[in-house]
Nanobody, 125 residues
Framework: QVQLEESGGGLVQAGDSLRLSCDVS????????IGWFRQAPGKEREFVAS???????SFADPVKGRFSVSRDSDSKRGYLQMNALTPEDTAVYYC???????????????????WGPGTQVTISS
């Protein structure tokens, strides 16, 4: 069983930075792909970024050049560093884990089996 919990959300101003953390409990962290998704009010959940067990990274176009992802196997944490935030980045942010070593589709929500409860990120203009 894998459990996830995000932290680091909050209210910041446009142009500021935030770093989200995702604590992952599970037996084989080194094999997991960690994904980040977000859902703004009235919108569907959308892919933000991911980092695979091979450290392959993917980013959605709106966040390329501003967001980065990383992982720490010792602490079993994933991180989403968000820079140059804009009001359009306001959303609930979720981390998710895909335990498949092969056949993963890291930009697709359906590929992930486990999800955290989410953390609110609000950017004021």
């Amino acid at each position: 069983q894998v459990q996830l919990e995000e932290s680091g959300g909050g209210l910041v101003q446009a142009g500021d930075s935030l770093r989200l953390s995702c604590d992952v409990s599970g037996p084989r962290f080194i094999d997991y792909t960690i994904g980040w998704f977000r859902q703004a009010p009235g919108k569907e959940r959308e892919f933000v970024a991911s980092i695979s067990w091979t450290d392959t990274k993917s980013f959605a176009d709106p966040v390329k050049g501003r967001f980065s992802v990383s992982r720490d196997s010792d602490s079993k944490r994933g991180y989403l560093q968000m820079n140059a935030l804009t009001p359009e980045d306001t959303a609930v942010y979720y981390c998710a884990v895909d335990t498949k070593v092969t056949g993963s589709h890291p930009t697709r929500a359906w590929s992930y089996s486990y999800w955290g409860p989410g953390t609110q990120v609000t950017i004021s203009s």
